[in-house]
């Protein structure tokens, strides 16, 4: 295992290289992209089932790290943007404070794609061709299942968690130590608070295929720049 957690493998003289996070596909791919430009060749049976679900593993993992994040502080950006949540002390945010809040639920996405622009910009010869299409299956499939469980846990959290009942129910357990101002205060700001879920809901599904869509336009636009290259050079 080298210091960077990428386990290298020997076989037949090639080293096999199994990632064990983001960082380490991009460096994976940098490595067998600059040996296949060089001229290496790798046999057809040296990218196993095995290598292909590690692969795989490792994109869904990928992805619910960076989705989970978002779906904690999706909510939280849109009740900043309605000026229902406060930010920084202030219940007026700026146009500063909102753009703040929203890129605080959007940034590990954001920067993911980006990565993965760079990773797809990679997709031109065979054996690295293989590497990335199935990295990128499990991080569509991860995009998909976290999207999914979002948008039911929303929905599940308006309807059921807080409906007016429950809320009501809960708040009554605190009738002895608060007065009953400031639990129709919790109890207004909570419903006008829910909607929130929903907005929330649909923004994950359109963000997610937004999200997928990225790399796959960046792998269109790689296959046609190399073949416009490729047909240059003949």
Same mark, same amino acid.
């Given at each position: 295992?080298?210091?960077?957690?990428?386990?290298?493998?020997?076989?037949?003289?090639?080293?096999?290289?199994?990632?064990?996070?983001?960082?380490?596909?991009?460096?994976?791919?940098?490595?067998?992209?600059?040996?296949?430009?060089?001229?290496?060749?790798?046999?057809?049976?040296?990218?196993?089932?095995?290598?292909?679900?590690?692969?795989?593993?490792?994109?869904?993992?990928?992805?619910?790290?960076?989705? #989970?994040?978002? =779906?904690?502080?999706?909510?939280?950006?849109?009740?900043?943007?309605?000026?229902?949540?406060?930010?920084?002390?202030?219940?007026?945010?700026?146009?500063?404070?909102?753009?703040?809040?929203?890129?605080?639920?959007?940034?590990?996405?954001?920067?993911?794609?980006? =990565?993965?622009?760079?990773?797809?910009?990679?997709?031109?010869?065979?054996?690295?061709?293989?590497?990335?299409? !199935?990295?990128?299956?499990?991080?569509?499939?991860?995009?998909?299942?976290?999207?999914?469980?979002?948008?039911?846990?929303?929905?599940? #959290?308006?309807?059921?968690?807080?409906?007016?009942?429950?809320?009501?129910?809960?708040?009554?357990?605190?009738?002895?130590?608060? !007065?009953?101002?400031? #639990? !129709?205060?919790?109890?207004?700001?909570?419903?006008?608070?829910?909607?929130?879920?929903?907005?929330?809901?649909?923004?994950?599904?359109?963000?997610?295929?937004?999200?997928?869509?990225?790399?796959?336009?960046?792998?269109?636009?790689?296959?046609?720049? !190399?073949?416009?290259?490729?047909?240059?050079?003949?």
């Amino acid at each position: 295992m080298s210091k960077d957690g990428t386990t290298i493998i020997e076989k037949d003289g090639s080293p096999k290289l199994i990632p064990h996070g983001l960082f380490d596909i991009m460096k994976i791919v940098w490595t067998y992209h600059s040996m296949e430009q060089r001229g290496v060749e790798f046999p057809e049976d040296f990218f196993t089932p095995d290598d292909m679900l590690k692969y795989s593993t490792c994109g869904i993992l990928e992805s619910f790290k960076s989705g #989970l994040i978002t =779906v904690l502080f999706t909510p939280i950006a849109f009740g900043v943007i309605s000026r229902i949540v406060p930010i920084f002390g202030e219940t007026d945010p700026s146009t500063f404070d909102k753009m703040f809040a929203f890129f605080l639920a959007m940034s590990l996405t954001i920067a993911y794609a980006f =990565v993965l622009v760079s990773i797809t910009q990679r997709y031109i010869f065979p054996f690295t061709k293989k590497i990335i299409k !199935n990295f990128l299956q499990g991080v569509m499939i991860g995009k998909i299942l976290i999207a999914i469980i979002a948008f039911f846990f929303y929905h599940w #959290l308006y309807i059921k968690v807080l409906s007016e009942d429950n809320v009501i129910s809960v708040l009554r357990l605190f009738k002895l130590f608060i !007065n009953s101002d400031k #639990l !129709n205060e919790v109890y207004l700001w909570v419903m006008t608070f829910k909607p929130v879920l929903l907005t929330s809901a649909w923004f994950i599904v359109l963000t997610t295929v937004v999200f997928i869509g990225i790399p796959l336009i960046s792998i269109v636009i790689t296959v046609r720049k !190399n073949k416009q290259l490729t047909e240059e050079d003949l």
